[in-house]
């Protein structure tokens, strides 16, 4: 027969690693949580930033967006030349 120690040390460690065991899992679901979570964030920002660019190149007034020719003086546009802005603007100012 073992004697009583062994046994107190044998169920000392079977606790010890049940406790673990749920301690790690619960820090490994929390940090799953916090990553669908921030994806899910970062998902409605991008959306978010995309609506704001759409809602300004639809109400943009008209002379912002051409004005003097076919050239686009919004910097933000994804088509803005700054050698053309330039070249009307030098124009304009003689």
Not at 16 to 42: M, N, P, T, V
Not at 71 to 94: C, M, Q, T
């Amino acid at each position: 027969m073992a004697s009583t120690g062994v046994n107190v040390l044998r169920y000392s460690a079977l606790g010890a690693g049940i406790f673990y065991g749920l301690y790690h899992q619960a820090k490994l679901s929390s940090a799953a949580k916090l990553a669908a979570i921030d994806r899910e964030y970062q998902h409605k920002q991008s959306l978010i930033e995309k609506a704001k660019a759409e809602y300004s190149k639809k109400n943009m007034p008209a002379s912002a967006k051409t004005e003097g020719g076919d050239v686009i003086r919004d910097p933000n546009d994804s088509r803005f030349d700054l050698e053309a802005y330039l070249k009307v603007v030098a124009a304009e100012n003689p």
